[in-house]
């Protein structure tokens, strides 16, 4: 039987087993949507300086996110899917900084591995971690930090747990809560610039692809890298 805990952002280093780092407003929804448009790998960082340092250092990379919610001066793009999915990124490694999604995937150092996810991976993310059946999956809840009260990405875990456990649930139930969760109600009252109105409407297309975004250690930090999963 498997152990299924929830941690905020802010215990992301107790996380244990599995560790499913959940951000649906917007990062992993963006780096789906990059893998998508065909890029080869992301690699997820904490600072702003750390990205544009690496993508020095890696020929032909890109940077990827955000900071305070707009993009940072000097990176290639912002954090917003709708950006992401006319961009043709072919064969192209991607470094992603974000505020929160990619924060959650830096703190993770107690877990055996890394998973980030989003809706739009949901069904993929939950036949994978069927198949490995670990004794523990720890979904880190990054947007639970900064006053924020998280609900889309407590509602996308609790969703993922749902499908790992057998049952058949309604997505609406899930999805519902992403546009009443706190950052899901500056998309619908449209009182930011940053945020681009159609990225909440990309956000909760739920099992959009059929991939896990696997992450691992490399020598220069995170790789996120997307492994097909039949559902």
Do not use: W
Not at 124 to 150: M, N, Q
Not at 196 to 210: A, E, G, K, N
Request: aromatic share 8%.
């Amino acid at each position: 039987m498997i152990n299924f805990k929830y941690y905020s952002l802010a215990q992301a280093q107790d996380a244990q087993g599995i560790a499913v780092v959940i951000d649906v407003l917007r990062a992993f929804t963006t780096a789906a949507i990059a893998f998508e448009t065909g890029a080869e790998l992301i690699c997820p960082v904490s600072g702003v300086e750390e990205a544009i340092h690496l993508r020095k250092e890696m020929h032909g990379s890109l940077t990827m996110g955000e900071e305070n919610g707009s993009k940072p001066e000097g990176f290639d793009y912002g954090n917003s899917p709708t950006e992401i999915a006319k961009a043709d990124l072919s064969g192209r490694t991607i470094i992603q900084r974000t505020s929160a999604g990619t924060q959650g995937i830096v703190r993770v150092v107690n877990a055996d591995q890394i998973i980030a996810a989003s809706f739009v991976v949901a069904s993929a993310t939950a036949a994978y971690l069927r198949k490995l059946k670990p004794d523990y999956v720890s979904f880190i809840i990054t947007g639970s930090s900064f006053g924020r009260d998280g609900d889309e990405d407590r509602a996308c875990a609790e969703y993922i747990e749902t499908l790992v456990t057998g049952r058949d649930p309604d997505p609406d139930d899930y999805i519902s809560r992403v546009g009443s969760s706190t950052v899901g109600r500056i998309f619908l009252n449209h009182n930011h610039a940053c945020f681009h109105p159609d990225d909440l409407s990309l956000s909760i297309q739920v099992d959009r692809l059929p991939f896990v975004l696997l992450v691992s250690r490399g020598n220069k930090g995170f790789i996120m890298r997307r492994v097909f999963q039949v559902v």
